[in-house]
């Protein structure tokens, strides 16, 4: 099993940004890939980001040139900065992670104000 634990998300101003975090409780190595989803109010769930075991990144056409997905290994954790936010970028955030298994982590509310 992996356990995903989000934190970094907040009230922020149009243009600003903010940086999700995503720690696992397994080597990030021993993971295929993890990335970030978002759910706005009233619509489905959408992919953000992926970033693979070989550290390949991938974006949403709507995110791309604004956020960017990383990871540090020491610590285990993936990171989604988030910059020249828009209120379109409002959303629940949600880490996952894939191994035979995708796993998810609780979400993490993310609100710009305009």
């Known amino acids: 099993q992996v356990q995903l634990v989000e934190s970094g998300g907040g009230l922020v101003q149009f243009g600003g940004s903010l940086r999700l975090s995503c720690a696992t409780s397994?080597?990030?190595?021993?993971?295929?890939?993890m990335g970030w989803y978002r759910q706005a109010p009233g619509k489905q769930r959408e992919w953000v980001a992926t970033i693979t075991s070989a550290g390949s990144t991938y974006y949403a056409g709507s995110v791309k040139g604004r956020f960017t997905i990383s990871r540090d290994s020491a610590k285990n954790t993936v990171h989604l900065q988030m910059n020249s936010l828009k209120p379109e970028d409002t959303a629940v955030y949600y880490c996952?992670?894939?191994?035979?298994?995708?796993?998810w982590g609780q979400g993490t509310q993310v609100t710009v104000s305009s």
């Open positions: 397994r080597s990030i190595f021993s993971i295929n890939g």
């Open positions: 996952y992670a894939d191994t035979s298994l995708r796993y």
